[in-house]
């Protein structure tokens, strides 16, 4: 397993030997950096796409456009393709390399330091590539890797669809849609994995094979939460869907009323099925900028655009402490929700049976939590969210319809709720206390809901913090499943060898 290895101060130094190393040769016209997977880049003949240290600003902006400062790591090169061709070219210079790891970053939303980049390596960045393209004949979008999600809903809107994307107008594609991806839209059309009808795939031979339900089905399915085992995706082709302008926003109402959003959310689940147009989440969370006590935040999404509709009837009953809930366009609610970039986070989550229990407890460890946190913190250095999600049975289904992924959801009996707990500090030694009590906490819960029966083992991979292992909790079928297709399209695993961050089947314990 690996383990967010190093602390910022180490990394520094290690970036010092790294950038020494490529200073002196770091010219117009390299031959050699000095550093061997950066040497066989240039060889390949991508020089011109290759970012070293020594490219100070562009260097220094690239990095610190990953989202979550756990991630601003510093590789010894960042190589950014400009197409699927040099994608293929620069997998196989790593590959023929034969030693020396790498990263894989589209977005760069990745919450944790080896998510999608690497410190002692070279990272794969597919920033460059993204472009959203849709054709209203077949009604199908092709999308590159890293447009992000804002982008594609604003283009998509031109046309008067959607698909099932992020709700973050800065998340990408890429990441997204290899683990999974929760969206507003998911009670009609599923995860947005789920909506991926083709994908375009470089495997660690350099070979660009397509993966759909006619050909190489099994790479497919397997990409749909197998999260970069298998090779890079360099475009997902997306079936849309008619979409206008949605109602939502979020409300909140004082801690005080636990009981009764606990309650509401619960029955949302249940009547989940009735009114798949709606999309709900609750959110306990401690932000000064917002009030010196926890409050619970809610957002109340209507797809169809219906205002105030029945499904929200009960949640709409409590009190409230404000509301910014209209109808508004998807790149709009995406771009006015978005989480700010540059804090150090710690990331939980677990799956547990649709309880009001569960969630009452959840409120109070999290109570606990803050108040503990606030003892070592300045409260103008923590925000925490202790999010509920509606993970409804049915969800499993579409995804089961659509051909199936490996998620594991379909394996799951009854309604769940997705638990998923941030944190975020200002400083790397806020990192560390952050993430030892939100592991504590997360275990806290997780015991709790063994102990009422109310635990389900699944664990959402983008939500995931490294400690734990999303790719187990898919289940043994599926986690066999993804092995043999990772031997059978990488049977040298270089996937699994060359790439010590995010979550490797190698590694499942
Ligand atoms: C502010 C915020 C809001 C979020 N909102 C949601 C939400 O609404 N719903 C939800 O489900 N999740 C959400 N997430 C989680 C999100 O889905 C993950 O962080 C996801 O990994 C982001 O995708 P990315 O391309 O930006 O990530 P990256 O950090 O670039 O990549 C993440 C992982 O995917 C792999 N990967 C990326 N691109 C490819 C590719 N083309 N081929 C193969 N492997 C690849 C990377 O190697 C890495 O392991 C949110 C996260 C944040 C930080
Ligand atoms: C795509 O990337 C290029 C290069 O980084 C950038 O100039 C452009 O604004 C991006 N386009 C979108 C839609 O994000
Ligand atoms: C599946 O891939 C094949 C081979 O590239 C292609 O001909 C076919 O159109 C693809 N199907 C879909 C649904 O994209
Ligand atoms: C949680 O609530 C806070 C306060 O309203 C908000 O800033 C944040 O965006 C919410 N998170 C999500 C994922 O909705
Ligand atoms: C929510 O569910 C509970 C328990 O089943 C029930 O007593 C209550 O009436 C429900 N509330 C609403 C508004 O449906």
């Known amino acids: 397993m690996f383990h967010r290895a190093a ?25 050699s950096s000095g550093i061997k997977g950066c040497d066989a880049l240039i060889a390949a003949g991508l020089e011109s796409q290759l ?51 790498f990263a894989v970053r589209s977005g760069g939303h990745s919450h944790w330091a080896g998510g999608s980049n690497i410190q002692n390596g070279v990272t794969i960045d597919l920033g460059l590539m993204n472009a959203t393209t ?16 804002g982008d594609v809903f604003e283009t998509l809107e031109g046309y008067g669809v959607a698909v099932s ?13 290899v683990g999974g991806g929760n969206s507003y839209y998911s009670g009609r059309h599923g995860f947005g994995c789920d909506g991926v009808v083709n994908a375009e795939v470089v495997l660690a031979d350099g070979s660009v094979v397509s993966a759909n339900s006619s050909t190489n089905r099994k790479l497919w399915k397997a990409l749909k939460g197998g999260i970069g085992n298998f090779g890079i995706v360099t475009r997902f082709d997306m079936q849309a ?37 709606a999309a709900f989440l609750i959110n306990f969370t401690y932000q000064p900028t917002i009030s010196s006590e926890v409050v619970i935040a809610q957002v109340l999404v209507d797809t169809d655009g219906v205002e105030n509709p029945p499904a929200f009837a009960e949640i709409q ?16 609610i995406a771009s006015d929700y978005v989480l700010p970039s540059g ?82 500090g200002t400083t790397p030694e806020h990192e560390a206390v952050i993430h030892t009590k939100g592991a504590a906490m997360k275990a806290a819960l997780d015991e709790y809901a063994e102990s009422i029966d109310a635990k389900v083992p699944l664990l959402y991979v983008n939500y995931a913090d ?17 092995e043999k297709v990772a031997a059978k399209y990488d049977p040298d695993g270089l996937f699994q060898r060359r790439v010590p961050g995010s979550f490797r089947l190698s590694r499942v314990e």
């Open 317 to 332: 009953e409590i009190p409230e402490l404000f509301n910014d809930i209209k109808v508004r366009t998807m790149s709009g």
């Open 466 to 482: 490294p400690s734990q292992d999303p790719l187990k909790s898919y289940g043994t079928r599926n986690l066999r499943f993804m």
């Open 51 to 101: 970012i070293f240290p020594t490219d100070a600003t562009t260097y220094e902006d690239r990095v610190s456009s990953w989202w979550s400062a756990s991630s601003r790591l510093r590789p010894w090169c960042i190589v950014q393709p400009r197409n699927t061709d040099e994608v293929s070219s620069a997998v196989k210079a790593l590959s023929e390399a034969g030693a020396g790891s």
């Open 165 to 177: 994307g992020g709700r973050d107008a800065n998340v990408g594609v890429g990441g997204f849609l």
């Open 343 to 424: 804090y150090y986070n710690a990331w939980f989550t677990l799956t547990m049976k649709n309880d009001v229990r569960v969630v009452e407890k959840a409120a109070e460890l999290n109570e606990q939590l803050v108040s503990d946190l606030l003892e070592v913190m300045s409260s103008d250095d923590l925000v925490t969210q202790c999010l509920f999600q509606p993970l409804p049975k049915f969800f499993a289904d579409i995804g089961v319809e659509k051909g199936g992924n490996v998620l594991g959801m379909d394996e799951v009996e009854g309604n769940s709720l997705l638990w998923l707990l941030t944190i975020t």
């Open 241 to 277: 869907f008619p979409a206008g302008p949605l109602w939502g926003g979020s409300r909140a109402s004082a801690k005080s009323y636990t009981s009764e959003v606990a309650q509401a959310v619960v029955n949302f689940t249940d009547g989940y099925e009735n009114n798949p147009e």
């Open 134 to 149: 849709y054709d209203p004949a077949t009604g199908v979008v092709s999308l590159q890797p890293a447009p992000r999600w």
């Open 7 to 31: 602390t910022p101060a180490l990394l520094a130094g290690l970036l010092l030997a790294a950038g020494s190393s490529v200073a002196a040769s770091s010219q117009a016209s390299l031959t």
